[in-house]
T-cell receptor
Framework: GENVEQHPSTLSVQEGDSAVIKCTYS??????FPWYKQELGKRPQLIID?????GEKKDQRIAVTLNKTAKHFSLHITETQPEDSAVYFC???????????FGTGTKLQVIP | NAGVTQTPKFQVLKTGQSMTLQCAQD?????MSWYRQDPGMGLRLIHY???????DQGEVPNGYNVSRSTTEDFPLRLLSAAPSQTSVYFC????????????FGSGTQLSVL
């Protein structure tokens, strides 16, 4: 089955700096790569996703990039703000399969 | 719309007890799933369903049963609780063709003593 590795496990940045979270996956059939944000004590929520036919996608201060050859994808947050502090999960899903495999999460702390 | 509703929010069990975690959604989603979240291990899939009457195992199914008699409901049963099942449980749903776009419930924090 699919295996998703996520790094780093914790990340501290100063407010206004950029943050980058990286993930690798094992199944070359994976075509869908969502990212979820989980604030403390809350439920995970989808913030952005990318499909395999796209190399990069942006939504305001967040962007995701995908390198299918290397089987890795990344989340980039620019101009970080304290409300960006949360745990971020990457995930992958092979096309035609109904299982979403998550990474182990990155705890991002934005220091004011 | 209420979205995905889970009950209870908190539960304490003794080893060997059984219980059912309830999950309901009002978004007419075909796909429903259960995840457990443990520190440092992310979200791991327990069971999932692509429609009424259809269920399948995820990554960590042992010790859990599910059924899907209606589109709206997807209960998770612990037959004989063990301390290793202490975790936070999330139910999630989505449209069948967009399984990666999951809507999560608020979670159930379960402790097994």
């Amino acid at each position: 089955g699919e295996n998703v590795e996520q790094h780093p496990s914790t990340l501290s940045v100063q407010e206004g700096d950029s943050a980058v979270i990286k993930c690798t996956y094992s199944d070359s059939a994976s075509n869908y790569f969502p990212w979820y944000k989980q604030e403390l004590g809350k439920r995970p929520q989808l913030i952005i996703d990318i499909r395999s036919n796209v190399g990069e996608k942006k939504d305001q201060r967040i962007a995701v990039t995908l390198n299918k050859t290397a089987k890795h994808f990344s989340l980039h947050i620019t101009e970080t703000q304290p409300e960006d502090s949360a745990v971020y999960f990457c995930a992958a899903r092979p096309g035609g399969y109904q299982k979403v495999t998550f990474g182990t999460g990155t705890k991002l702390q934005v220091i004011p | 719309n209420a979205g995905v509703t889970q009950t209870p929010k908190f539960q304490v069990l003794k080893t060997g007890q059984s219980m059912t975690l309830q999950c309901a959604q009002d978004m007419n989603h075909e796909y429903m799933s259960w995840y457990r979240q443990d520190p440092g291990m992310g979200l791991r899939l327990i069971h999932y369903s692509v429609g009424a009457g259809i269920t399948d195992q995820g990554e960590v199914p042992n010790g859990y049963n599910v059924s899907r008699s209606t589109t709206e409901d997807f209960p998770l049963r612990l037959l004989s609780a063990a301390p290793s099942q202490t975790s936070v449980y999330f139910c999630a749903s989505s449209h069948r063709g967009l399984v990666e776009k999951l809507f999560f419930g608020s979670g159930t924090q379960l402790s097994v003593l």
